[in-house]
């Protein structure tokens, strides 16, 4: 039995009574191995594995979980426990009443809402602040989806941007006009899996008697409210204040300290013994976090005794120096290279290291910054796959033409709602076997000045224009090609797209379809504006050099693509796990580059966490922006106990490219690594006048 091997504290905690029960576990503190336990005690008294819920922050640490459980009770008995995110227990449950589920990622979705908004016209309008961009105003959307339970979005976004008051007409109808076109074409992003699996919590008893929940502190309101309404008869929830690092995406630390409130008989355990780093780096992480406030009260106690290395601090005159420094020390480290990471607060970290790394030929991996399936060209791919078996993916669609020269969202848009109305209702056949009769295909614009409407466009074109470009006489007669917009460059990627999804058309092979659309004109011509953006020179030329090496680069992506379908013989199949697999998902060997989120739940024998500079760690913008100083220690705590054995922390005075001098981070002060001097008195007054400020303006 997995309750065999764990201590006290865990056992207490893993036993404990059918009811409200919370587990403080800190860094290294053995949480998975109480969650284990905590299922196997719950199928050794005759609960069924289908009755339990586990709710992870990632599939992966599910998966590990349940692999765990299926060496005591066996891999059928394992199976059926319902475990994995929130996002894929609802994708599941949502699959299962309502069949087909066309999921989007959030950043897909972006370029469905673009086509929207840049309908709009903000220049009637007289204010002094400017009105937000597309992609702000969808991230202000999406957090607000995650945080507010009962007002409006007109009303919110008045309240939280006073400022933006002049605006939030049209911007709420922006997101009016954006759900309808999800409603319509049945696209879900990740905050709806969560919405619609609530309203069938609301209707429907699905059966769990516990629901445990791993990463409590990192919960938003919305998948708070979900589980509010499974309504489970027994909760485990296990988690840490002090590693609370999600308020940007919504993650609301007061659901972790109000639990004793909104549960008047609940139950709180501590796991108190860390097994993971000694003693030296423990306590350097506990003299920091304890200048954040205590929600509950918690003493760790050290195992390891044996003699340990202290932390140590590393200065650096210049900025590079410290990515130079630091790649000849673990150059010269006796360490595995699997066993090192370098941790950074901001992705412009990432950059300057990675590139030491390679110049001196240390092998590494990142994570943390753009993963390969955010890739545009691989996005492309998917794209086109998406639009051959579900052909009503208006989203796909434009985000392929937002690559063609002079067509944008609001165009491509254009475009997609005309190739239907000239296919009766069918993209394919609009490009197939188009309806010639008709003359105008295009939507009657809405015009609304209050909600900045106003009728752009132009009298129809003639598709007589594109005659000489060799175009096939049947492609020429399709009235979509009047668009007054449409350029001769516009016309000839819509005629290579629909030579394109020809050629695919009935393929059943996931690989053979992958394998044709990276070899395609069209594709090509993607991989053309893609490599020639990122050749681009400060003088506005192209560096042919540059482009070769990119062009090679894609297609050397790309073909990784089509070694991923193997396993696949569905279209779905292959589809679904490229969207909901493929942010566990990681490439390369070597040293580990890692932002602090992507390092959550990991640990290393030696770690340099990088960068220590007052104004990037702490992220000062990041703070004013809605962010705390408090968040920034939480994110300091997790970084530094990812350490095992060795602890290095770094920082650097100066910055030759941005001609910049820095001040060690206010973190080295508390840690106890520089003694404590004038400039950290003026840290210290600064934020306290910081603390003021917003105090005052909350009480306005």
């Known amino acids: 039995m997995p309750l065999s091997r764990l201590n006290e504290d865990q056992y207490k905690a893993a036993t404990t009574p059918y009811g409200q029960n919370l587990i403080i576990a800190s860094a290294g503190t053995g949480k998975t191995s109480t969650i284990v336990g905590r299922i196997g005690h719950l199928l050794a008294n005759g609960v069924k594995p289908e009755e339990i819920l586990l709710l992870t922050f990632t599939n992966k640490a599910a998966a590990e979980m349940v692999e765990r459980v299926a060496q005591y009770f066996g891999k059928q008995t394992a199976g059926k426990i319902d475990a994995g995110t929130f996002h894929a227990i609802s994708y599941r449950w949502l699959k299962r009443f309502n069949g087909k589920v066309v999921l989007k990622q959030q950043r897909e979705l972006k370029t469905l809402f673009r086509s929207v908004f840049e309908k709009r016209s903000f220049s009637h309008l007289n204010s002094e602040s400017e009105p937000y961009g597309a992609n702000y105003l969808y991230d202000l959307y999406s957090f607000y989806q995650n945080t507010e339970m009962s007002e409006d979005f007109e009303t919110w976004i008045t309240k939280k941007q006073p400022d933006h008051r002049i605006y939030a007409l049209i911007y709420a109808d922006v997101v009016d006009e954006f759900e309808e076109l999800k409603l319509q074409y049945g696209f879900l992003n990740f905050n709806d899996l969560l919405i619609q699996m609530r309203n069938i919590c609301e209707q429907k008893e ?92 918690k003493e760790l106690e050290v195992t390891r005794q044996n003699a340990a290395q202290p932390p140590k601090l590393l200065v650096y ?167 007054p917009k449409l350029t001769k460059d516009g016309a000839k990627f819509l005629f290579h797209f629909t030579q394109l999804l020809r050629s695919i058309h009935g393929l059943k092979q996931p690989k053979t379809i992958v394998s044709k659309i990276r070899t395609s004109e069209f594709y090509h011509g993607i991989v053309d504006v893609l490599s020639s953006k990122r050749a681009l020179q400060a003088d506005g030329t192209i560096d042919e050099r540059q482009k070769k090496e990119s062009t090679e680069r894609i297609h050397n992506k790309s073909q990784i693509l089509v070694e991923l379908t193997r396993p696949y013989s569905e279209h779905e199949r292959f589809l679904n796990a490229m969207i909901l697999g493929s942010q566990d998902l990681t490439q390369g060997e070597g040293v580990h580059l890692l932002s602090i989120h992507a390092s959550k739940g990991l640990e290393y024998k030696e770690v340099y966490v990088i960068d220590l500079m007052d104004g990037r760690f702490p992220n000062r913008k990041l703070m004013v922006r809605g962010g705390s100083l408090d968040e920034e220690r939480r994110l300091f705590y997790v970084a530094v106990t990812r350490a095992k054995d060795v602890l290095y922390l770094s920082f650097a005075k100066y910055d030759k490219i941005k001609k910049s001098d820095f001040v060690a981070s206010q973190f080295l002060y508390e840690a106890g690594m520089m003694q404590e001097d004038e400039v950290y008195k003026k840290m210290l007054i600064k934020e306290e006048k910081r603390k003021e400020k917003e105090e005052a303006a909350k009480a306005e």
Not at 220 to 249: E, H, R, T, W
Not at 339 to 345: K, S
């Open 206 to 297: 699905l059966g769990y008697k516990e629901v445990l929940i791993d990463e409590y502190q990192d919960t938003n309101a919305l998948q708070g409210s979900l589980v509010d309404a499974m309504k489970p008869p027994s909760l485990f929830c296990v988690g840490d204040y002090d590693q609370s690092i999600y308020a940007f995406n919504g993650a609301d630390i007061g659901i972790i300290g109000s639990f004793t409130k909104k549960y008047e008989e609940a139950k709180v355990h501590t796991l108190r013994k860390n097994y993971r780093s000694t003693v030296p780096i423990l306590s350097l992480a506990n003299r920091v976090i304890a200048h954040n406030e205590r929600i509950y009260p």
């Open 317 to 483: 005159d210049e900025l590079f120096d410290q990515y130079h420094g630091i790649t000849e020390m673990i150059k010269s480290s006796s360490t595995d290279r699997e066993e090192i990471a370098v941790i950074f607060r901001n992705n412009s970290t990432a950059d300057g290291i990675e590139a030491a790394m390679r110049e001196q030929g240390v092998a590494c991996r990142r994570r943390g910054g753009t993963s390969f399936f955010d890739a545009k060209e691989i996005k492309a791919i998917l794209d086109i796959y998406t639009l051959m078996i579900n052909e009503n993916d208006m989203m796909a669609f434009i985000h392929l033409f937002e690559f063609a020269k002079g067509i944008g969202s609001a165009i491509a848009k254009e475009l997609f709602i005309a190739l239907q109305n000239v296919g009766s209702g069918s993209l394919l056949y609009g490009i197939f076997s188009p309806d010639t009769s008709i003359s105008n295909p295009f939507e009657k614009r809405k015009l609304n000045q209050q909600l900045g409407l106003f009728d752009d466009f132009l009298e129809l074109g003639s598709a007589g224009r594109f005659g000489a470009m060799g175009f096939d006489a049947k492609f020429l007669k399709n009235p979509v090609l009047k668009h």
